[in-house]
């Protein structure tokens, strides 16, 4: 999970460890990318809004030479409009507007990981 919003990570990391995930945190970007390096990380679920490394710079990073194959998420807030295939575009596999139901996030999570 890489989210900004302490109470929205907290939410989504409970609710994927009551479905049975393993979580790990991430409060930006930049975090994010340390955790990736460093954990067997099997999908990404970001937010798109985020200080020090947002999350635009982040799938730059996860998908600049093919450095990382995860499937990831994003989880945002900002405007439907045009930002959806702009985001797909970077290299996320699906996203999703906030405010999310808990259960179709798993739904989501679920079918990018094929289980």
């Known amino acids: 999970m890489v989210d900004d919003d302490r109470l ?3 939410l989504m990391e409970i609710a994927f460890r009551n479905s049975g995930f393993e979580t790990y945190t991430a409060n930006n970007g930049e975090q994010a990318c340390e955790v990736v390096e460093s954990n067997p ?3 990404v679920v970001l937010d798109m809004m985020m200080p020090v490394m947002d999350g635009m710079r982040f799938l730059g990073w ?6 990382f194959d995860i499937p990831v998420l994003v989880v945002t807030a900002m405007a439907r ?3 959806e295939e ?4 970077a ?7 906030k405010p999310v139901e808990m259960n179709t996030l798993i739904e989501h999570a679920r079918r990018l990981l094929g289980t």
């Open 8 to 10: 929205v990570s907290r």
């Open 41 to 43: 990380v099997q999908l």
């Open 62 to 67: 996860m998908r600049q030479d093919n450095k």
């Open 81 to 83: 409009g045009g930002n």
């Open 86 to 89: 702009r985001i797909r575009s």
């Open 91 to 97: 290299g996320a596999n699906d996203v999703l507007f």
